[in-house]
């Protein structure tokens, strides 16, 4: 019998003036509960008139995330809904820390761990073209299959397992400029 | 299900001969057994890059790898517990043993770039650089096995140029 089986679907809109965005995340408040996630991707949501630029953006998974501020919720896809595990769950993106000392510290967590690193390419998709040097990159970062940054597949080996305050953050965290837009996506079950 | 972790080695810089990414169990009973391996090209400002040659290999007969440089260990679910004796990490000093190649790679070495689509952006691509992997669900196959003194590692041949990420996924049985 299947899990419960949710999609947390995430857009955000560079415009920081810091070195590190959230650009994901989900996190387990709950006591009683226990996500477990199979699958992290993103893709490039830029569509037009945006400069070029790399962005590194790294997986952390954390732990000990007391202190992180309310998320903005995203789409929820699959069955039921995200409202029953009210105040059990956040996820989202674009949610900061309430203490800011320096960019490692954005990160809200007691411990974090480097789990995966990818680079990102943040020209737009659309007006290049194939056969552009920009724009065939930027079109290879729409392909979800290509951009999967963690995939659990079988039952042998254990998926990302969230207990209480335990999270996870997709962190750009290299370069500033502004105005790109990233989505970023976990799925995940609740048992 | 078995207690599974990732192993992370973030930013290491190619040279020859160098392990960039292994694990290595020294414990008589445990077993450890590698399920995937991965790759991305960790170098963002400019630099020759260079054609370096990468294996994967299973290198058995009580290898020696001394001193070497811890990677990121997480585990899957906050209540396992790590190996009891054992290495996960990568450069160090790499000797003996007998080593087998398992898969073998080719790798630019060169940053990616923003105006690019070549080999070298290619390598960013997490699925597209997975050169291991045994976790596809047909139980009838066999993970990577270690057993007590055997060692899996992704072994930088030749090239000394530009960085590589390395991830290996394992579990404890």
């Given at each position: 019998?299947?899990?419960?089986?949710?999609?947390?679907?995430?857009?955000?809109?560079?415009?920081?003036?810091t070195?590190?965005?959230?650009?994901?995340?989900?996190i387990?408040?709950?006591?009683?509960?226990?996500?477990?996630?199979?699958k992290?991707?993103?893709?490039?949501?830029?569509?037009k008139?945006?400069?070029?630029?790399?962005?590194?953006?790294?997986?952390?998974?954390c732990?000990?995330?007391k202190?992180f501020?309310?998320?903005?919720?995203?789409?929820?896809?699959?069955?039921?809904?995200?409202?029953?595990?009210?105040?059990?769950?956040?996820?989202?993106s674009?949610?900061?820390?309430?203490?800011v000392?320096?960019?490692?510290?954005?990160?809200?967590?007691?411990?974090?761990?480097?789990?995966?690193?990818?680079?990102?390419?943040?020209?737009?998709?659309?007006?290049?073209?194939?056969?552009?040097?920009?724009?065939?990159?930027?079109?290879?970062?729409?392909?979800?299959?290509?951009q999967?940054?963690?995939?659990?597949?079988n039952?042998?080996?254990?998926?990302?397992?969230?207990?209480q305050?335990?999270?996870?953050?997709?962190?750009?965290?290299?370069?500033t400029?502004?105005?790109?837009?990233?989505?970023?996506?976990?799925?995940?079950?609740?048992? | 299900?078995?207690?599974?972790?990732?192993?992370?080695?973030?930013?290491?810089s190619?040279?020859a001969?160098?392990?960039?990414?292994?694990?290595?169990?020294?414990?008589?009973?445990?077993?450890?057994?590698?399920?995937?391996?991965?790759?991305i090209?960790?170098?963002?400002?400019?630099?020759?890059?260079?054609?370096?040659?990468?294996?994967?290999r299973?290198?058995?007969?009580?290898?020696?790898?001394?001193?070497?440089?811890?990677?990121?260990?997480?585990?899957?679910?906050?209540?396992n517990?790590?190996?009891?004796?054992?290495?996960?990490?990568?450069?160090?000093?790499?000797?003996?043993?007998?080593?087998?190649?398992?898969?073998r790679?080719?790798?630019?070495?060169?940053?990616?770039?923003?105006?690019?689509?070549?080999?070298d952006?290619?390598?960013?691509?997490?699925?597209?650089?997975?050169?291991?992997?045994?976790?596809?669900?047909?139980?009838?196959?066999?993970?990577?096995?270690l057993?007590?003194?055997?060692?899996?590692?992704?072994?930088?041949?030749s090239?000394a140029a530009g960085?590589?990420?390395?991830?290996?996924?394992?579990?404890?049985?």
């Open positions: 019998m299947a899990s419960d089986t949710y999609i947390s679907h995430n857009r955000t809109y560079h415009n920081i003036s070195s590190v965005m959230n650009i994901g995340t989900l387990n408040y709950s006591p009683d509960i226990i996500l477990k996630v199979y992290i991707g993103f893709s490039n949501a830029a569509l008139g945006f400069n070029a630029n790399t962005l590194l953006a790294k997986t952390f998974i732990t000990g995330v202190g501020e309310p998320l903005i919720p995203s789409d929820i896809l699959h069955t039921n809904s995200i409202d029953k595990f009210n105040g059990g769950i956040a996820h989202g674009s949610g900061m820390p309430v203490v000392t320096n960019p490692e510290n954005q990160i809200p967590c007691v411990t974090k761990k480097l789990f995966r690193a990818f680079y990102y390419y943040s020209e737009e998709t659309l007006t290049s073209g194939w056969g552009g040097t920009y724009g065939l990159y930027a079109k290879y970062l729409m392909m979800p299959e290509y999967l940054v963690y995939e659990c597949n039952s042998q080996t254990q998926p990302i397992t969230l207990r305050d335990e999270g996870i953050f997709i962190l750009n965290s290299v370069y400029q502004s105005n790109k837009y990233t989505d970023t996506y976990f799925e995940f079950t609740i048992e | 299900m078995a207690q599974t972790f990732t192993s992370y080695n973030s930013g290491i190619f040279a001969s160098k392990v960039m990414g292994g694990i290595y169990n020294r414990h008589a009973s445990e077993i450890l057994k590698i399920r995937r391996v991965g790759l090209n960790g170098q963002t400002a400019a630099v020759t890059g260079v054609l370096c040659n990468l294996e994967f299973l290198t058995t007969g009580t290898p020696t790898w001394t001193s070497p440089v811890a990677g990121v260990l997480t585990k899957h679910d906050s209540t517990t790590p190996p009891t004796t054992y290495d996960q990490g990568n450069s160090g000093t790499f000797s003996g043993g007998t080593s087998t190649a398992l898969r790679t080719n790798w630019s070495s060169d940053e990616a770039a923003v105006s690019g689509a070549t080999m952006e290619m390598e960013c691509f997490i699925p597209l650089n997975i050169i291991f992997d045994a976790g596809y669900g047909d139980s009838n196959v066999q993970p990577l096995t057993n007590q003194n055997q060692m899996a590692h992704v072994y930088n041949i090239g960085l590589l990420d390395t991830w290996i996924e394992f579990t404890k049985e």
